[in-house]
T-cell receptor, first 116, second 111 residues
Framework: NAGVTQTPKFQVLKTGQSMTLQCAQD?????MYWYRQDPGMGLRLIYY???????DKGEVPNGYNVSRLNKREFSLRLESAAPSQTSVYFC???????????????FGPGTRLLVL | DAKTTQPPSMDCAEGRAANLPCNHS???????VYWYRQIHSQGPQYIIH???NNETNEMASLIITEDRKSSTLILPHATLRDTAVYYC????????????FGDGTTLTVKP
């Protein structure tokens, strides 16, 4: 199992350009998450998807859109990138079945985004 | 979701126990305490979680006070590879809560 994979690993954008960050998990998890981490700071939740077909806003959703394409994939789109969106983006997934207490999140390796 | 408070940094001598505190005074009855760590710029890694009883696994022990308002993560024999940022978060039992990671504690294990 690869766990949680993210593409690309690194990206440079110019202000105003758009891009989509891809995330996939092969653990048959129900929930998926997108976080951003600015230098020297903790992770902040952008969006999450409790289950296939649903998405909800986190702490810092402005400037982003998400798509839960299927159970495996959860993408994050920047429609018009801004320098303030320069950050490391982490995708995570969790099993999130009501019958268990297994809410452990498994994280991908991150995508480092630089917006000039 | 409840917020957590952690000291920004701590040092620990190699081979000694590292005790990392976390305050979560507004925790509610259905919220679990989770600990993660982040080494360098990697994705965070799960360590342990608990509700009200103390927990132990191969990585660490978690001590939760009786009133559940604070907890301590214990790394019994810290190694240089335990140098990382440690995050304490609380989140509800139900799926996909808006858990907040905060800034964590930077633990530096010194030889």
């Amino acid at each position: 199992n690869a766990g949680v994979t993210q593409t690309p690993k690194f990206q440079v954008l110019k202000t105003g350009q758009s891009m989509t960050l891809q995330c996939a998990q092969d653990m048959n998890h129900n929930s998926m998450y997108w976080y951003r981490q600015d230098p020297g700071m903790g992770l902040r939740l952008i969006y999450y998807s409790a289950s296939e077909g649903t998405t909800d806003k986190g702490e810092v959703p402005n400037g982003y859109n998400v798509s839960r394409l299927n159970k495996r994939e959860f993408s994050l789109r920047l429609e018009s990138a801004a320098p303030s969106q320069t950050s490391v983006y982490f995708c995570a997934s969790s099993e999130a079945r009501r019958a268990t207490v297994q809410e452990t999140q498994y994280f991908g390796p991150g995508t480092r985004l630089l917006v000039l | 979701d409840a917020k957590t408070t952690q000291p920004p940094s701590m040092d620990c001598a190699e081979g000694r126990a590292a005790n990392l505190p976390c305050n979560h005074s507004t925790i509610s009855g259905n919220e679990y305490v989770y600990w993660y760590r982040q080494i360098h710029s990697q994705g965070p890694q799960y360590i342990i979680h608990g509700l009200k009883n103390n927990e132990t696994n191969e990585m660490a022990s978690l001590i939760i006070t009786e009133d559940r308002k604070s907890s301590t993560l214990i790394l019994p024999h810290a190694t240089l590879r335990d140098t990382a940022v440690y995050y304490c978060i609380v989140r509800p039992y139900t799926n996909a809560g808006k858990s907040t990671f905060g800034d964590g504690t930077t633990l530096t294990v010194k030889p």
